[in-house]
């Protein structure tokens, strides 16, 4: 039984771990704020190990790949992928490849402005896009 004997091990070095694994969880009644905030701490995990999951920070590939999962946002008239790259850098700051919450927001409202230019409540209008 030499296979039964590597997954407890496997089991043990995983518990063992000096990472805690961050998930985040949705409540049934949660705000729009907790709703984006699990959105980006969700993408913020894909295609990292255990020690980024430590920092929520959200890195170029995955804020595009999030923002082209939005139904109807990326049109290739008002938003393209290349607006995406531009307000990610126009909301990161100068040393970092990363954004954090805060500037996620910031870069929806952005968005909100290039996607819905004639509303009067733009910032509004972003956040009911997820």
């Known amino acids: 039984r030499p ?3 590597i997954r407890i091990q496997s089991r043990e ?6 990472y805690k694994v961050i ?3 949705l409540k049934p009644n949660a705000t729009v704020e907790d709703r984006l905030r699990f959105l980006f701490q969700t993408y913020c995990r894909q295609g990292h190990g255990h020690e980024e999951l430590m920092k929520p920070m959200l890195e ?3 804020f595009v790949k999030m ?3 939005c139904p109807g946002l990326l049109d290739g008239e008002r938003v393209t992928t290349a607006d995406l790259d531009i307000v990610f850098v126009k909301c990161k700051a100068k040393a970092e490849r990363r954004i954090s919450f805060d ?4 870069a929806l409202s952005h968005l909100a402005g290039k996607a819905f230019p004639d509303d009067a409540d ?3 209008t972003a956040f009911t896009l997820f």
């Open 3 to 5: 296979s039964m004997n």
């Open 13 to 18: 070095r995983l518990a063992a771990s000096p």
């Open 23 to 25: 998930r985040p969880k």
């Open 60 to 62: 170029s590939r995955n």
């Open 67 to 69: 923002m082209q999962d």
């Open 103 to 106: 500037q996620f927001l910031l």
């Open 122 to 124: 733009v910032p509004r």
